[in-house]
């Protein structure tokens, strides 16, 4: 069976992407465009005028910060919760159907 090209394709994008990182000497410095980038979304958010002085606009980027990836964590833990209940729910069904299915034993 051979693989779709659009896994190929996933497959090649990910040996090059890790290619790259081998190749990079300071991970830190590459990423900081990025985390650049997420901080000024959130000064905009708390500070679309830009009237805060910078101090209290970092401050309050920070908390805004800190309560994205707060909310992050509650979606992880309540999809994590209730993928345990269906997996459970799941299992439960199938030790039903294995009752109900069970060969009849002879001479009961």
Same mark, same amino acid.
């Given at each position: 069976m051979s693989r779709s090209p659009a896994v190929e394709r996933s497959l090649s994008a990910?040996?090059?992407a890790l290619e790259s990182w081998a190749a990079t000497p300071n991970r830190s410095a590459r990423t900081q465009p990025a985390r650049d980038a997420l901080m000024r979304k959130f000064e905009v958010q708390v500070d679309p005028a830009g009237i805060?002085?910078?101090? =209290?606009? !970092? /401050? &309050? $980027? =920070?908390? !805004? /910060? &800190? $309560?994205?990836?707060?909310?992050? $964590?509650?979606?992880?833990?309540?999809?994590?919760?209730?993928?345990r209940e269906l997996t459970e729910q799941a299992e439960n069904a199938e030790a039903e159907l294995d009752?109900?299915?069970?060969?009849?034993?002879v001479g009961a």
């Open positions: 990910s040996a090059a805060l002085p910078s101090q =209290e606009r !970092a /401050k &309050r $980027a =920070e908390w !805004a /910060k &800190r $309560a994205y990836f707060k909310r992050l $964590a509650l979606k992880s833990a309540q999809s994590r919760r209730k993928s009752q109900l299915l069970a060969p009849i034993p």
